[in-house]
């Protein structure tokens, strides 16, 4: 697999209010997913750290710690535009206060995006977020997501 | 596992669907969905509109995890799912392909973005993820009624009833089209609907009555397979669509990468109706294998149509169905009309301009009917003009080969409601009258001024 960093242009795209859905396997190569509650890039944009709220992220962490494949995907409701990654599991860790202010930015531009979908607000703000773990993940290959003939083009800068 | 019939809400396409799988080599794919689709409680149907890697992997391995969200309370449901097998024709598949279809065509991408399979996976477990929302607020709940409507049908037989009732009271196809209109808000509380009606030449729809619109829309023409109505009556099939934006938004998302591709897609069509609607339910009118014309309802609610209202109103599309084929038999007709001469009662005039090459006419510089409806229209003004006639019959209309009018079971009927309506918008001097069965009387308020063209 090609080792790809994300563009500038990515980094905004990805901690942006989008829709973000992690996927993971086991053992037995049964797939799982689950919804992810922001991300951060790494200032050199090779890393990501996904925020998964503690209540729903027992299976994920499991199959992470058992073969640490991961993909994530990236997609913005109102448009569709959409990337997906795969990657390597670094690590997990409790989230931090730093971590939560970062969530909060997040939520606050994802019920947005929900918002002009026809979710209300009242309903998407109880969507569980806190408390978190945060996993650190090294990308290793980014693709064009957005539904048509061109998903699964390869994207991203060459390192 | 909860029963998937309890999932009806989230089967409806408002939210994209979230889906992973496996390679062989375990490494997982993560991509949205547009269509669940239910099929039995054993099976659900994703949408396979292009050869991707989710198609890939679970040909390799069958088992995929898929997420719906209920965009009302934003419960998530979990399913565990094994790949049995692609249809690419029957039931299931032409069910899912019209509705692709149809939101193609009304993105401009029709040829485009097309349903290549649905792919049947067998349910090993479906569960609601409870920790992913914390305590609602009392206040938050939905209300029961939209909660679960199956648990309450008497209301909804009822409704239908009175329905039934109303279109099974109208003499003829004026009072049909506003009793079932009428009775579908009263009934069901549908403020926004339309009926279009096939032209002569069975390639056009256009809309004959409408309720709930600012403008009537009455005239508005439809191509066959075009948009959601066209494709409705081209493949004779119910479509609704839970979430209009969705659908639309991920049809757009499909041309902008077609288009950068290098594809080139049609224009786009103008929805028809409520600017910002939020579902749609459309439903052919299907009489002895005919299509007699489509209805179409329009709800500013997300998921504004439910399983139920398709089937109540496939009973009710029926009938209606059966009532305009009756209505538009030929009955007994005199073959004389009488005449008496004309009394214009004003002196405020109306200027006719008919346009020869495309039959178009227009009144006051404004634009009024086209094709058969507007050769009517003028060859009753000429008879008023030149003959000062009032009085005509359906029989002389459908005598005039000029006319075009269809040799067996022709339009006729619905073709002079569509004339009258425009008139009744447009230009309220110039009325037609109904005078007893196959007769209309014209009353005229205005001087009438008559200019033939060619066109502009």
């Known amino acids: ?159 | 596992m909860i029963p998937l019939s309890r999932l009806h809400r989230c089967l409806q396409g408002v939210t994209p669907s979230q889906i992973v799988t496996c390679d062989r080599a375990g490494i997982p794919n993560t991509t949205y969905l547009s269509q669940v689709h239910y099929v039995d409680e054993r099976h659900v149907a994703l949408s396979c509109q292009f050869f991707n890697k989710t198609r890939r992997n679970v040909e390799e391995n069958p088992y995929a995890c898929v997420n719906l969200l209920d965009a009302l309370t934003c419960d998530t449901y979990q399913l565990d799912l094994k790949y049995v097998r692609s249809e690419t024709s029957g039931a299931l598949f032409d069910s899912m392909a019209t509705r692709i279809e149809a939101i193609a065509s009304q993105t401009g991408m029709k040829g485009v973005f097309r349903l290549l399979s649905a792919d049947v996976y067998e349910v090993l477990d479906a569960r609601k993820i409870d920790e992913m929302l914390v305590e609602p607020e009392r206040d938050d709940s939905p209300p029961p009624s939209v909660l679960d409507p199956i648990a309450r049908p008497r209301g909804e037989l009822r409704g239908l009833h009175h329905l039934s009732q109303r279109v099974s009271r109208a003499v003829d196809l004026d009072t049909l089209l506003s009793s079932l209109l009428e009775g579908l808000q009263e009934a069901y509380g549908f403020e926004h609907s339309m009926l279009l009606l096939p032209d002569e030449t069975g390639k056009r729809l256009f809309a004959v009555a409408s309720r709930g619109y600012g403008e009537s829309g009455v005239g508005a023409e439809v191509e066959m397979g075009d948009g959601i109505l066209g494709t409705v009556a081209r493949e004779r099939r119910i479509v609704r669509i839970g979430d209009v934006h969705t659908d639309l938004r991920y049809g757009r998302a499909i041309r902008r990468s077609a288009r950068d591709s290098g594809l080139t897609p049609s224009p786009e069509i103008p929805l028809p109706g409520l600017p910002d609607a939020q579902s749609q339910l459309a439903l052919p009118l299907v009489a002895a294998d005919r299509l007699v014309g489509v209805l179409a309802l329009e709800s500013r609610k997300p998921a504004g149509f439910d399983d139920w209202h398709e089937a109540f109103l496939g009973v009710v599309a029926s009938q209606v169905a059966m009532a305009i084929d009756r209505m538009l038999e030929r009955g007994e007709e005199p073959a004389h009309p009488s005449r008496a001469s004309a009394q214009p009662a004003s002196e405020r005039v109306r200027a006719f301009t008919y346009y020869r090459n495309d039959d178009c006419m227009f009144v006051d510089g404004e634009y009024l009917i086209r094709n058969v409806p507007g050769k009517i229209l003028w060859k009753i003004l000429r008879a008023h003009v030149h003959e000062q006639r009032v009085d005509f019959s359906n029989r002389e209309l459908r005598m005039d080969a000029s006319l075009g009018m269809p040799e067996l079971k022709d339009n006729l009927e619905s073709r002079l409601i569509l004339l009258r309506r425009r008139l009744e918008e447009r230009c309220p001097d110039v009325r037609l009258v109904r005078a007893g069965r196959g007769l209309f009387r014209l009353e005229v308020d205005a001087r009438v001024s008559l200019v033939e063209k060619d066109s502009p």
């Open chain 1, 1 to 159: 697999m090609v080792a790809a960093l994300l563009t500038e242009e990515l980094v905004d795209f990805v901690e942006s209010g989008v829709s973000i859905l992690v996927g993971t396997r086991n053992a037995e190569l049964r797939p799982h997913g689950m919804r992810a509650m922001g991300a951060t890039a790494s200032p050199d944009r090779r890393r990501l750290t996904i925020f998964l709220p503690a209540a729903t992220s027992t299976r994920t962490l499991a199959n992470l710690e058992d073969n640490g494949a991961i993909a994530v995907t990236f997609s913005r409701p109102s448009d569709h535009q959409s990337i997906q990654l795969k990657g390597r599991f670094l690590g997990s860790r409790p989230a931090t206060l730093e971590d939560r202010f970062a969530q909060e930015r997040y939520r606050a531009a994802w019920f947005e995006q929900l918002h002009v979908c026809g979710v209300a607000r009242s309903t998407s703000k109880r969507w569980a977020y806190w408390p978190s773990v945060a996993i650190e993940i090294e990308i290793d290959a980014l693709f064009q997501q957005t539904p048509g003939p061109g998903a699964g083009d390869a994207l991203g800068a060459a390192r």
